[in-house]
């Protein structure tokens, strides 16, 4: 069974950085998996802020582009999320995603609040 755990949310102020850390299992062949993280802010829907492919082609919402980095560790099945110059519009709970034979899994959220 595949299963995404989140960590590396918390409280940082604006301008400040944090790393997020997806550590995947229960998948034979993680670097056959699409990857990425997605967001749900305070009373909006969930939405993509990057993913990365297993050829490692990234994509990225244009509001992090710049500011975010996804990476992947094949060898760990660990995907991260680098978040520099964090903003209070930033504020959401983060949540890892894997495309993976046709399913899609998710993560149950880390929480990152950026204060002004």
């Known amino acids: 069974q595949v299963q995404l755990v989140e960590s590396g949310g918390g409280l940082v102020q604006a301008g400040g950085s944090l790393r997020l850390s997806c550590a995947a299992s229960?998948?034979?062949?993680?670097?056959?998996?699409?990857m990425g993280w997605y967001r749900q802010p305070p009373g909006a829907q969930r939405e993509l802020v990057a993913g990365i492919a297993s050829g490692d082609t990234t994509n990225y919402a244009d509001s992090v582009k710049g500011r975010f980095t996804i990476s992947r560790d094949n060898a760990r099945n660990t995907v991260y999320l680098e978040m520099n110059n964090l903003k209070p519009e930033d504020t959401a709970v983060y949540y890892c995603?894997?495309?993976?034979?046709?399913?899609?899994?998710w993560g149950k959220g880390t929480l990152v609040t950026v204060s002004s």
């Open positions: 995603n894997a495309f993976y034979f046709s399913t899609n899994y």
């Open positions: 229960g998948m034979m062949i993680f670097r056959g998996a699409r």
